[in-house]
């Protein structure tokens, strides 16, 4: 562990270099792309916005939640299902050069790091406005969202590495985070979650993350100390996982691409 | 001193009767007990040693091994027992200009590609401008790579990659890059090479090439070392054995 930690440090170099062409490739070199890219979760905001204004319309800011909520759910979503190729979408740097290849996995969750934090930027000032304020507690975001790359760079590991040996990876997952979008509080709140299911609701990691982000970007309170042990332990759990199965599995990417 | 020890390297290949790549073809695969492949051993019991500032030519059949060996050495395979040590810093060019981006500039790729290669960004912009005019692209350095020509690209690679000052060299088939003009400037970029001591591994089935440039030459067939030793005589065993199949 401590090895693969100080080779990527001597990487360190390539790994900015492989996150910022994947930002270039994504964005096609142009200061507009990424607005263009910012359209995608503006809309579904307003879309959602609008259907769901009267069911729900005793929850004070619902506008601010929902977007709180989908930003969050944008990191994991797209971290995973983009890192997802990072090995297979990257076959000559696999089979024609050596580079410990966690870089990989790792530039891009990066590349959607600095995505996700450019929606954030985004958001401040639409927060300022619906809000009238902004709370003290948002200082406490890049600490939740550290946590949070951490646990989808865990992920990514895992996924990267299985779909080189399952090429039907992306379909599952693609079905599994639809599922996962509506078990965690981003189109509605908490509170209609029976007491019963509560305690198993509340193992999804999202629905922490997203219960944070709330707590320091809406309400304005110190997230509690059960949601940051739990999240910490997830990512902590993810990342562990995610290096062994890597660590075995990538033996034999070479040949299996 | 070795540059290159190879000690007792063999490698297996599995070969499934029946591929399988989705978690649905696994299920049925598990349910039927269709888990058979058959094991095809692309390497047994290579064992050899590089000097420093030796230059080792690898030569053989198709699927004799070659490659499976280089890339053995380049680490992006690992052996199924056996170990390889390599000391110094190595570069190993199985393709050249591995990780082009044709969105990028010429600038970026040269950049991108020396970082891949283990450079970092000081010695790139020292570097920088010996790259491009070694590979004659100095008006082209702002041009996305992907109108470029491919001669042009590999070019950009080579000097790229001649560029990191690597102790030890690996090579597939690299050396035939570009028109005349540019081989014979490859050629004697590699002749200094030699000159400053650094240790080179050829696999090559241009026999000219490799007389010109290695020593010693080891033959392989079907993952055994046939013979190894000075250079000329290996290849006239190796055209011995075609003629004798």
Known sequence: MVTIVSKMWQYRELIWNLTATDLKNRYQNTALGFFWSLLSPLLLALVLYFIFRHLWGHEQDFAINLMVGIMAWRFFANGTSLSLRAIVGNSSLVTRVYIPRQILVLSNVLANLISSLLEFVVLLPILLILLGYLPVTVLLYPLIHAIYFWFIYGAGLIMSSLFVYFRDLNQIWQVVTQVLFFCSPIIYPLSIIPDYLMAYYRLNPVTQFIIMYRDVMIAGKLPSLFSIVLTIGFSIVAYLVGSLVFSKLQRRFAEEM | ?245
């Open chain 2, 1 to 245: 001193m070795s540059a290159i020890i190879v000690d007792n390297i063999s490698k297996k290949f599995r070969i499934p009767h029946e591929k399988k790549t989705t978690v649905f073809q696994n299920i049925v695969g598990l349910i039927k007990r269709q888990f058979s492949y058959e094991e095809f051993w692309a390497l047994k019991d290579i064992s050899f040693e590089v000097n420093k500032g030796e230059a080792l030519g690898i030569i053989g059949r198709n699927g004799s091994g070659k490659s499976t060996l280089l890339k053995i050495m380049a680490k992006v395979l690992y052996p199924d027992s056996g170990s390889v040590t390599m000391n110094g810093k190595v570069a190993s060019f199985l393709q050249l200009g591995v990780g082009f981006q044709p969105e990028l500039t010429a600038r970026e790729n040269v950049y991108l590609y020396s970082s891949i290669l283990g450079l970092g960004r000081k010695q790139v912009d020292k570097a920088y401008d010996d790259i491009l005019d070694f590979a004659e692209l100095k008006k082209f350095e702002n041009m996305k790579l992907k109108s470029f020509s491919s001669g042009m690209s590999v070019r950009l690679a080579f000097s790229t990659a001649i560029y990191t000052f690597p102790n030890t060299l690996l090579l597939d088939e690299v050396l035939a890059v570009g028109d005349e003009a540019f081989q014979k400037k490859c050629r004697d970029r590699m002749d200094r090479f030699k000159a400053e001591g650094k240790t080179i591994v050829l696999v090559s089935h241009n026999l000219i090439a490799v007389k010109e440039m290695c020593q010693r030459t080891m033959l392989l067939n079907e993952g055994r070392i046939v013979t190894m030793g000075d250079t000329e005589k290996v290849i006239d065993d190796y055209l011995a054995m075609l003629k004798g199949k």
